[in-house]
């Protein structure tokens, strides 16, 4: 029999595909269904937000770094507060330590939910997706009622909150965490068992802990790989060190362990938020910060546990009152680095499955 | 009252009133190909409304309900928007097999109610090669598909068009193999005999009359019936997170419409299949003039079912999706066919 000539080919994926999360493009080569090699084309984004926070004021820039990675815009307001506060040595409330940490942690539930919904459905169920946006409503709800939005807060400022909590926050927030926890246990009787979904997920997109580590993988995607990092612990800001709390930690570092490290984490984060309530002190919700705030010279790097790995910002002032130079670092860009390197040899729905489950987000890569 | 069939009874009214010869069978059969057809299409709006209901009632959302009661005219709306649509064209199709590829996927989907017993009597034509002609028809689907996916001369549409074909064409063995067993137990290829030895009580449907084999047939054939309907969780060939929307991606308008509508008809078709072949067609109680109801409740049923696989399930994989049909479903089915025809041999069958 005669050889057959065949070709390999190559396919846009992007930057308008339903399952980019955003405008990602991804240039695969294929043969046939195989992925040969995978090359992410990224910048479809690009708002210069670094260079845009060098010609404003320091709270001006809170606003604009919304933007930066806006799924978990809570993360990115606190980041750039707690640099400045850092570098100003400014000393804040107890209070707003408390309110910051139940608004990083819903924001965290919020962003997993995200997640969830689409990375389930990417691998073709979607019914989850419309229950973990229903779940995300309340902590949405919770937001608004606090400050005003939804998804852009501009509410952790330097040197605390925008404003503090209205009374009926407490026990709806109450509730919330309690459905929420509730909710999570369900989706894992929904989707846990089902043999496709096991069959999509287990040992696809293997990771491998050195691998990780060597492309600077952080967050969920580290520990679903067996590496037990969480910058809450291991590098400590706000008053993390109060709560009782476990890192979930998985070994495969395939599809499925992303998802549940994600999955146990919503529940952690709900322990912490109840823990929060509880603690809530009375008192100011702000310090004193000049409307001028003019920091010294100086330079810090400061970063968080972020849903999405560590997020960072490394802030050079020059003593006026705006900044000198602003870098922010968020875990997509290098969970988006390791996509060519493991989603070689697979299936375009297993590449599919692997990006879903690194819940890579645009914004954040592209900045 | 209806007699042995509409179509006798047509004929008979269009000749009383005095037509003969070739004009009165063609006279006949447009009319009853009419009555299908809009029957069909109605049926075909009703289920685009009805999914999108049970899609919404599943997801905690209502689903439309803007146009009428609970949406109930939305659908066709939907319809009237797709027909003003501009016709887009892409400029590098292959112009034939683009053109042809929704309308033979149209036709394939409704050339299978001829015959389709809907009720006692109820049948355009009651072929003696019944099932075999609905299965031979059907499979025109997957060459629409594939026309559709070559002829757009676009990436995604190639893959889906493919992996359609592969697909069809794997799950086409176990869905035939599960419908020998009932042609083994009936004794015909006619949809209308096969109804018949169902008749009696509920033991005698196939699902129960051959005792567990029927049951393992019946879910063979479901399983293959939601692969042959393109729906998840072997939905593949219209991934949307992954191919976007496959073979139809470059169709919009009209031509989409008519593969819209072709595969909620298909869908009807597999679920009135299913009830025909395993669960007593229209066979129930009251008189003859009342079993089209029967039908129609059983095929909704089973059209639910698949409704509730389709927003429940993920999707499975192209290579898992293959393993699944060769080296389970089919080795499955043909041990059930020789154990069914043990069965047979030795009279070991429930009911009649």
Same mark, same amino acid.
């Given at each position: ?367 | ?95 034939? +097999?683009?053109?042809? &590829?929704? #309308?033979?996927?149209?036709? !394939? /989907?409704? *050339?299978?109610?001829?015959?389709? @017993? $809907? ?93 567990? +084999?029927?049951?393992? &047939?019946? #879910?063979?054939?479901?399983? !293959? /019936?939601? *692969?042959?309907?393109?729906?998840? @969780? $072997? ?104 154990? !069914? /025809? ?11």
């Amino acid at each position: 029999m005669a050889e057959l000539r065949t070709e390999e080919f190559q396919v846009n994926m992007g930057p308008h595909h339903p399952s980019t999360h955003g405008v990602c493009r991804l240039l695969l080569t294929l043969d046939g269904e195989k992925i040969i090699k995978v090359e992410p084309y990224i910048g479809y984004l690009h708002r210069a937000i670094e260079k845009i926070c060098e010609n404003r004021t320091y709270p001006m820039c809170i606003p604009i770094l919304d933007r930066f990675e806006y799924v978990t815009a809570m993360s990115c307001n606190y980041v750039f507060s707690l640099a400045a506060e850092r570098l100003a040595e400014i000393e804040v409330p107890e209070r707003a330590e408390y309110l910051r940490v139940i608004m990083l942690e819903l924001n965290r539930i919020a962003s997993h939910m995200i997640f969830f919904g689409t990375t389930v459905m990417d691998i073709g169920a979607l019914t989850p997706f419309l229950y973990a946006l229903r779940e995300r409503e309340m902590i949405m709800d919770l937001f608004e009622m606090t400050c005003g939005q939804r998804l852009t807060y501009n509410y952790i400022r330097i040197g605390g909150v925008s404003r503090d909590i209205p009374k009926e926050f407490i026990p709806k927030c109450r509730e919330t965490i309690k459905t929420i926890d509730e909710k999570i246990e369900e989706y894992k009787r929904l989707l846990n068992g089902n043999p496709i979904w096991k069959a999509r997920t287990i040992g696809i997109g293997k990771l491998s802990p050195e691998l990780a580590i060597a492309y600077g993988a952080s967050g969920p995607i580290l520990r679903a790989s067996g590496v037990e990092y969480d910058l809450r612990r291991d590098d400590p800001y706000s008053i993390y060190d109060r709560f009782d709390y476990k890192i979930p930690t998985y070994q495969n570092g395939d599809v499925y362990d992303r998802y549940m490290v994600r999955l146990d984490e919503m529940q952690e984060s709900c322990k912490i938020v109840a823990q929060a309530l509880d603690g809530l002190p009375e008192g100011d919700i702000r310090a004193k910060v000049k409307p001028n705030f003019k920091p010294p010279e100086g330079e810090v790097y400061t970063r968080i546990e972020n849903s999405r790995g560590e997020m960072g910002v490394h802030l050079i002032s020059d003593g006026t009152n705006k900044p000198f130079r602003l870098k922010a670092r968020g875990g997509s860009f290098a969970h988006l680095q390791l996509l060519p390197e493991i989603s070689k040899g697979c299936l375009i729905a297993d590449l599919v499955a692997i990006f879903a489950s690194f819940d890579v987000i645009l914004p954040e890569v592209d900045r | 009252m209806i007699a042995t069939s509409v179509t006798f009874w047509l004929k008979d009214l269009l000749g009383s009133i005095g037509l003969s010869g070739d004009l009165l069978t063609i006279a006949t059969y447009g009319i009853l190909a009419v009555a299908v057809f809009s029957l069909l299409s109605v049926l075909a709006l009703f289920l685009v409304w009805w999914e999108r209901k049970v899609a919404g009632h599943i997801q905690q959302r209502f689903g439309p309900m803007r146009n009428g009661w609970h949406g109930w005219y939305q659908t066709l709306m939907d319809g009237l928007k797709l027909l003003q649509k501009e016709d887009i064209l892409v400029f590098t199709r292959d112009r034939m +097999v683009f053109f042809w &590829a929704p #309308i033979m996927c149209f036709v !394939a /989907a409704f *050339a299978a109610y001829i015959v389709m @017993p $809907f009720g006692e009597g109820l049948i355009v034509a009651d072929l003696n090669i019944g099932i075999l002609y609905i299965v031979a028809i059907t499979t025109f689907t997957i060459i629409s598909l594939l026309m559709a996916g070559w002829g757009s001369n676009n990436k995604y549409a190639l893959l889906g068009g493919m992996r359609s074909a592969a697909q069809v064409v794997s799950y086409e063995v176990p869905m035939v193999v599960s419908i020998l067993i009932v042609v083994l137990s009936a004794e015909s290829l006619s949809m209308v005999k096969i109804v018949e030895a169902q008749g009696g009580w509920i033991w005698n449907w196939n699902i129960f009359k051959i005792p567990v +084999v029927g049951l393992v &047939a019946f #879910i063979t054939y479901i399983i !293959a /019936a939601v *692969a042959e309907a393109n729906r998840t @969780p $072997f939905d593949l060939p219209e991934a949307e997170q992954e191919l976007v929307a496959g073979f139809n991606i470059e169709y919009s308008g009209m031509k989409f419409a008519m593969f819209f509508l072709a595969e909620f008809i298909n869908l009807f078709t597999v679920s009135a299949i299913a009830v025909t072949l395993f669960l007593g067609g229209w066979q129930g109680p009251g008189p003859a003039s009342i079993s089209f109801i029967w039908f129609f409740l059983k095929t909704f049923a089973v059209i639910f079912l698949l409704m509730l696989f389709r927003w429940t399930y993920p999707r499975l994989r192209v290579d898992q999706l293959m393993e699944f049909a060769w080296k389970f479903l089919i080795p499955l089915t043909f041990v059930n066919l020789i154990i !069914a /025809a043990v069965m047979k041999h030795f009279g070991w069958y429930l009911g009649n």
